[in-house]
């Protein structure tokens, strides 16, 4: 199984200021073939399913704020949020879907100082 | 607007059955491949399984495979779990997802989620 570990486990960061989570896989989710990276982010508030944010690792969903970007290749991958609001506080999950199992990171959580 | 409502989660004794549904609405069904994703309370997520739009292809993660069946009824719009041999450990509440790949091998990722399910297996 793929393996993913993000980084860190929690973080606060100031409104207005920047938030970088990392993930890590345990091998590749690059396809070589088609050059896409088979990663996901989600967003989960405390009682609300999970939100996609990011996939292909970088595209962003549609509805999303252009305050959260993606980025990285192979098997490093970061979501960065710029200019934090208050309604971001959440716990952020990181998925492959490069192979079965379909794998998450553990979650970062995010407070607003 | 796509809507998911998972439904039949309840308490349970270890060794026994369940079958969960998900009601779906806003969006052509049969197009779509479906996930069942878990959430242990407190605790982060995990894939359970995935059903193709068609239902010709099923795929499942290792802790549930032999135990839970995947289905769909797509002349009801309905996606199911059927749970045998319930464990303590699958204690968790359970989401239905859509893949966002239409009539076609599933991306893999989750672009709509349910509300959720909960089980809970305990003796």
């Known amino acids: 199984d793929i393996v993913m570990t993000q980084s860190p486990d929690s973080l606060t960061v100031s409104l207005g200021e920047r938030a970088t989570i990392n993930c890590k896989s345990s091998q590749t989710v690059l396809y070589i073939s088609n050059n896409r990276n088979y990663l996901a982010w989600y967003q989960q508030k405390p009682g609300q399913p999970p939100k996609l944010l990011i996939y292909?690792?970088?595209t962003r969903e549609s509805g999303v704020p252009d305050r959260f970007s993606g980025s990285g290749s192979g098997t490093d991958f970061t979501l960065t949020v710029s200019s934090l609001q208050a309604e971001d506080a959440a716990v952020y999950y990181c998925?492959?879907?490069?192979?079965?199992?379909?794998?998450f990171g553990q979650g970062t959580k995010l407070e607003i100082k | 607007q796509v809507q998911l409502v998972e439904s039949g989660g309840a308490v349970v004794q270890p060794g026994r059955s369940l079958r969960l549904s998900c009601a779906a609405s806003?969006?052509?069904?049969?197009?779509?491949?479906m996930h069942w994703v878990r959430q242990a309370p407190g605790k982060g997520l995990e894939w359970v399984a995935v059903i193709w739009y068609d239902g010709s292809n099923k795929n499942y993660g290792d802790s549930v495979k032999g135990r839970f069946t995947i289905s769909r009824d797509n002349s009801k719009n309905t996606l199911y779990l059927q749970m045998n041999s319930l464990r303590v450990e699958d204690t968790a509440v359970y989401y239905c997802?859509?893949?966002?790949?239409?009539?076609?091998?599933?991306?893999?990722?989750?672009?709509?989620w349910g509300q959720g399910t909960l089980v809970t297996v305990s003796s």
């Open positions: 997802a859509r893949d966002p790949e239409t009539k076609s091998v599933p991306d893999n990722y989750f672009d709509h």
């Open positions: 292909w690792a970088s």
């Open positions: 806003g969006f052509t069904f049969g197009n779509y491949g």
């Open positions: 998925q492959q879907y490069y192979t079965t199992p379909f794998t």
